[in-house]
C-alpha cells in the first residue's frame, strides 16, 4: 500500500559540509518539488521536535546520530550510509550497529540502506532487516545542461573529505606520477580534513597539485565541468554522491573495484569508468587513471539519480512496521 503524502517531512543532516550535507539538501529539494514541505535539522536538535517525532503525519528522515531517536518516533525512515567499520573506532563502529539495531525493533520505523552493495553487508554480517534500498539523490544543478561548448579540461579532480578513510594520500602519490606523464595536467583536491596540512606539505612546491577546501556546490560543478578525470580512493565507499556528480559533468571516473560506486553506472565500467585493486598499488592507480585520461569527455544522464525521483522512492515506502522487508534495491527498480 502506497504511503498518504505527509504534511511535511524532517530530515536530519550530519557534517555542515560533504556528502551528508549533500544528500540532506538534494532531498529535501526533491520533497519540495514534489510540493512536500521538507526541513532540515541537526542531529543534536532532534529530541527538541518531540511534537513531530511523534506525528504520523510527519515523516521523519534520520541520518547519524539521530537514528536513536527512532524508538520513539511514529513514521521515520532511518538511513544508513554505509556499514560499521573499525577504521572510524570502535565507538563509532559500535554506536553505529546499536543505532540500526534499535531501527529494526522499532514499531515507527524502518531501515533504508544507499546501496546494495552496504545492504549486502548489514544483513549478511550484523543479521539486520533492510526495508528498502534507494540511491543517494544529487542536486538539480548538476542535471543541467551545460551551456559551456570547448571547455578546457585540465584536471584529475578529488572531491571528498580528507581523511586517512578515504586514502588521498596514496593518490596523491599516484597522480603527481601521471602529472609528470601530461604537460599542462593538474592535480585538485576540494574538501577538507584532518589530512589537509599532511597533504600539503607532501605537495608543497608543486604548482600543479591545488587545495581548494569546501566548496559550493556550484563551484564544485564548475571544477568538475573543467576536469577530465574524477578520482576515489575509498574501497568500501557505501555508494558516493560524488561520483554521480562527476559522471553528469562529463567526467572519466577512477575508483576502486569495490563498494556501492560499481552500482552507479555499471553498463561504463571499462570504459568511462576505469578500476584499480583495492588494494590501491601505486602502479595500479596510474594504470586506471592513464586509461581514464583516454576516454572521451561527455555528459552522462544521471536523471534516475535527481531529487526528484528519489524523494519519491522515500514516499513510496509503506509506513506500517509491519510491512515485510523488500529486497534490496526494489524501492528503486
Known amino acids: 500500500m502506497i504511503n498518504t503524502y505527509p504534511l511535511r517531512v524532517l530530515i536530519t543532516g550530519g557534517r555542515e559540509v560533504g556528502g551528508m550535507a549533500s544528500f540532506a539538501a538534494a532531498l529535501r529539494e526533491g520533497f519540495v518539488d514534489l510540493g512536500v514541505p521538507a526541513e532540515i535539522i541537526a542531529p543534536s536538535q532532534i529530541l527538541l521536535h518531540w511534537q513531530e517525532l511523534r506525528d504520523p503525519l510527519v515523516l521523519k528522515i534520520l541520518s547519524t546520530s539521530a537514528i536513536f531517536a527512532a524508538p520513539l518516533t511514529r513514521r521515520a525512515i532511518c538511513v544508513a550510509h554505509g556499514f560499521p567499520c573499525i577504521d572510524r ?15 529494526t525493533a522499532s514499531r515507527g520505523a524502518q531501515l533504508v540502506q544507499v546501496s546494495d552493495y552496504a545492504a549486502m553487508h548489514l544483513r549478511s554480517i550484523f543479521g539486520l532487516r533492510i526495508n528498502a534500498v534507494i540511491h543517494n539523490p544529487v542536486c538539480s544543478l548538476f542535471l543541467e545542461d551545460n ?13 571528498g573529505r580528507l581523511h586517512q578513510a578515504k586514502n588521498v594520500d596514496l593518490l596523491l602519490h ?16 576540494v574538501g577538507d580534513g584532518p589530512m589537509r596540512a599532511g597533504l600539503e606539505r ?7 597539485i591545488h587545495f581548494f577546501g569546501e566548496l559550493p556546490p556550484l563551484e564544485v560543478r564548475d571544477r568538475l565541468r573543467r576536469s577530465r578525470v574524477f578520482i576515489s580512493g575509498c574501497p568500501h565507499e557505501a555508494l ?9 559533468q562529463g567526467c572519466a571516473v577512477a575508483m576502486p573495484a569495490s563498494g556501492g560506486g560499481l552500482e552507479i553506472a555499471p553498463e561504463l565500467i571499462g570504459g568511462r569508468i576505469q578500476l584499480f585493486p ?19 569527455s561527455m555528459p552522462i544522464s ?30 528503486t527498480r
Open 89 to 103: 573506532g570502535w565507538p563509532n563502529m559500535l554506536g553505529k550497529l546499536l543505532s540500526y539495531r534499535l531501527t
Open 240 to 248: 558516493g554522491i560524488a561520483y554521480i556528480e562527476a559522471l553528469s
Open 147 to 159: 551551456a559551456e561548448e570547448h571547455v578546457v579540461r585540465q584536471a584529475i579532480t578529488y572531491v
Open 202 to 208: 607532501a605537495a608543497a612546491g608543486d604548482e600543479r
Open 302 to 331: 544521471m536523471e534516475k539519480y535527481s531529487a526528484r525521483a528519489i524523494a519519491a522512492a522515500y514516499l513510496s515506502l509503506p509506513s506500517s512496521s509491519s510491512s515485510p522487508a523488500i529486497c534490496p534495491g526494489e524501492a
Open 174 to 189: 599516484a597522480m603527481r606520477d601521471v602529472l609528470d606523464e601530461n604537460h599542462g595536467l593538474n592535480a585538485w583536491f
Open 278 to 296: 583495492i588494494s590501491l598499488p601505486r602502479q595500479g592507480i596510474i594504470a586506471a587513471l592513464r586509461k581514464a585520461l583516454l576516454a572521451p
